[in-house]
């Protein structure tokens, strides 16, 4: 896939709003909440089970460290919800 094929390759630069190894992040143009957050992979990867254990490890931390982003941001945060929808019949909208 080229990156004029991808949607998440044209993301601006002052979209992002952390920046990893594996990942960037930003936050959803549609949120469904406030502070509705999208961590998306640099290499294409059709799903989260083709990601490589060290992007999977990375992940985790990258979600650790968002919530207690959001939590420093807005201490009324009570919950969380983490959400990855693998194929079109779980909601999975870009594939």
């Known amino acids: 896939m080229s990156s004029d ?4 390759c044209s993301i601006p630069n002052d979209r992002i709003i952390s920046d990893f190894e594996f ?3 930003i936050r959803d143009k549609f949120p469904v909440t406030d502070g509705h957050t999208l961590i998306i992979s640099k290499r294409h990867v059709s ?5 490589q254990n060290s992007e999977k490890k990375e ?4 979600l650790d460290e968002l919530a ?3 939590k420093m941001m807005d201490p009324s945060v009570t919950g969380f919800n983490i ?3 693998i194929g ?3 909601g999975q909208t870009v594939m």
């Open 5 to 8: 094929e991808c949607v998440f």
């Open 23 to 25: 990942f960037f992040v």
């Open 47 to 51: 799903d989260y089970f083709d990601l």
């Open 59 to 62: 992940l985790i931390t990258i």
């Open 68 to 70: 207690e982003s959001i």
């Open 83 to 85: 959400g990855i929808n």
């Open 88 to 90: 079109e019949d779980a």
